[in-house]
């Protein structure tokens, strides 16, 4: 694994785009983290500070800071299609293949590739909410302070299901541009899929249901938007909808089936392919 992953490293570092998007994925939502936990002064006229707000504070801090982070993960999707189209564009693919490279080891490159990278992208944004909550966090029991730290696994999952998702399309098309429009496609047709579900079932309920099994959807629902959460939190009396936001195991567990099913089909079609 070490070895495959290593291969992948080399190539993604003697490309320049490649290393620039990979420093904009990591980087860009820790500097956003880390300017949004600090007092700005908007020229005099008032200073803004959201952790005075208490959305820096533990446990709920775990799912605002994986929820806004998650939204970075289009610059690596880009680095992901990337690796595929610049292996038919530059014949890279068929000269690992000629020096020994299985074509199941080829994929399973990316794969690793892509949980090394999802790893790391998930330590610091956890190291960083972390330092950041123990600063304005007015809770310092270890039992509230790790409590819903189970967004990060989700997080985690989130990563590698997209990035899943964006290789098999980059193996279905070959070509980085066609594989991301092919996300915008995905997403209107699931939107086309939950307006036959409600017209089959009648009920808005129903279709959700229907929609939340759906690859983008069900990546999306594993880390609920968190402000409504903020809402209820600081005006209890004004929200009387019930509303959950933890995660699930369900959820985790539809994501990763649809993350082996997309690495399985990336598979087949390259064992199908003519190179």
């Known amino acids: 694994m070490l070895r495959l992953v290593k291969l992948e490293l080399q190539k993604l570092w003697l490309n320049k785009t490649s290393r620039i998007l990979i ?3 990591f980087i860009l939502p820790f500097t956003v983290l880390v300017l949004s936990s600090i007092k700005i002064n908007f020229f005099g006229f008032f200073t803004l500070e959201l952790g005075e707000l208490g959305i820096f504070n533990f446990p709920i801090i ?5 929820f806004f982070a998650s939204y970075f993960k289009f610059f690596f999707a880009i680095v992901v299609v990337s690796m595929i189209g610049n292996e038919y564009s530059n014949k890279t693919l068929k000269q690992n293949l000629i020096d020994g490279l299985s ?4 994929i399973l490159s990316k794969f690793y590739t892509i949980v090394f990278f999802s790893l790391c992208a998930t330590a610091l944004i956890g190291i960083a909410s972390f330092l950041i909550g123990l600063y304005y966090s007015s809770y310092t029991e270890a ?3 790790f409590r819903e730290v189970e967004f990060l696994l989700a997080y985690f999952v989130k990563l590698v299901g997209f990035f899943s998702l964006c290789l098999f399309f980059g193996m279905l098309l070959k070509r980085s541009a066609f594989a991301l429009a092919f996300l915008v496609v995905l997403y209107i047709l699931e939107w086309i899929i939950f307006w036959g579900a409600y017209e089959a079932f009648g009920n808005a309920d129903s279709a959700f249901k229907v929609k939340n099994m759906l690859p983008l959807e069900s990546m999306y629902k594993l880390i609920d938007q968190p402000i409504q959460r903020i809402v209820m939190t600081k005006f209890p009396e004004k929200t009387d909808i019930a509303y959950d936001y933890g995660v699930h195991w369900y959820e985790i567990a539809v994501v990763l089936g649809w ?7 990336s598979y087949r079609l390259l064992k199908k392919r003519d190179l």
């Not at 993350?259 to 089909?265: E, H, M, P, R, Y």
């Open 23 to 25: 420093f904009i994925s």
């Open 62 to 66: 775990w799912h605002i800071t994986t």
């Open 103 to 106: 074509k199941k080891e080829f």
């Open 143 to 145: 039992s509230i302070i």
């Open 259 to 265: 993350s082996a099913l997309f690495i399985f089909l």
